[in-house]
C-alpha cells in the first residue's frame, strides 16, 4: 500500500512506469484518475463477468430463449468439437460459475484463465468470417477474451474478495 506522500506525489506527477514518471497534460487530473482507478477495475471485472452469466444460463436452463444442453452441444459436433456434451458443459459452466467469480473478484485468476482460453477459442471459431461481429466474426470474442487476459494478468484489484481475503493466485 502506497503512503499517503506516495499518493500525493503520484497525484502531481502521473502515474510512474518503468522507473520513469509520466506526467499528466492536466495534473488536477490526477486526483480524479487517483481517486476513481479503483472503482474502475471494480466495474470492469463486474462487466466482464457478469455478461458471460446470462449466456451461460441460456446453454445451461435454456433461459432468456436460450438454446438449452442439447443444442449447444449438437453445435459443438457440428464445429466439429469432440466430445460435444463435454464442450458444451466446459463452455455453459465457464460462463455461468467463471462469469460469476469473475465479476465478484473471487479465484479471479483461475476464472479468468478459463475464461481467456474460452473465448480464445471462440476467436478461432469466429475467425473464418472475418473481424466483424455483425457478419458472425471474431470481434466481440477478442474484445472479452483480451478483458478476461487483463484479469488473468493483473488479479480482482482492490475491491475484490480475494484482496478482501488477502489470497489471490
Same mark, same amino acid.
Given at each position: 500500500?502506497?503512503?499517503?506522500? #506516495? ?8 502515474? #510512474? ?14 486526483? $480524479? ?18 455478461? %458471460? ?6 446453454? %445451461? @436452463?435454456?433461459? =432468456? ?12 459436433? #457440428?464445429?466439429? =468439437?469432440?466430445?460435444?456434451?463435454? @464442450?458444451?458443459?466446459?463452455?455453459? +459452466? *465457464?460462463? +455461468?460459475?467463471?462469469? *460469476?467469480? +469473475?465479476?465478484?473478484?473471487? =479465484? *479471479? /485468476?483461475?476464472a479468468a +484463465? ?6 480464445? *477459442? ?19 470474442? $477478442? ?7 487483463f484479469f ?10 480475494? /484482496? ?6
Amino acid at each position: 500500500m502506497a503512503s499517503i506522500a #506516495q499518493r500525493n506525489a503520484a497525484q502531481r506527477n502521473g502515474p #510512474q512506469r518503468n522507473g520513469a514518471r509520466s506526467r499528466y497534460y492536466i495534473p488536477v487530473f490526477g486526483r $480524479l484518475y487517483d481517486g476513481l482507478g479503483d472503482v474502475a477495475w471494480l466495474l470492469l471485472r463486474l462487466v466482464v463477468g457478469f455478461s %458471460l452469466v446470462p449466456h451461460g444460463m441460456q446453454k %445451461l @436452463f435454456g433461459a =432468456f430463449n436460450g438454446p438449452g444442453m442439447a443444442r449447444v452441444a449438437a453445435n459443438f459436433a #457440428q464445429q466439429g =468439437f469432440n466430445p460435444p456434451t463435454l @464442450f458444451a458443459w466446459a463452455v455453459a +459452466l *465457464t460462463e +455461468l460459475v467463471g462469469g *460469476t467469480l +469473475l465479476a465478484i473478484g473471487l =479465484f *479471479t /485468476r483461475p476464472a479468468a +484463465l478459463a475464461i481467456t482460453i474460452f473465448l480464445g *477459442t471462440a476467436v478461432t471459431v469466429h475467425y473464418g468470417r472475418g473481424f466483424f461481429w455483425t457478419a458472425g466474426g471474431f470481434e466481440f470474442p $477478442l474484445m472479452w477474451a483480451v478483458a478476461a487476459l487483463f484479469f488473468l494478468i493483473r488479479g480482482g484489484g482492490p475491491l475484490s474478495i480475494d /484482496r478482501a481475503l488477502s489470497r489471490e493466485f
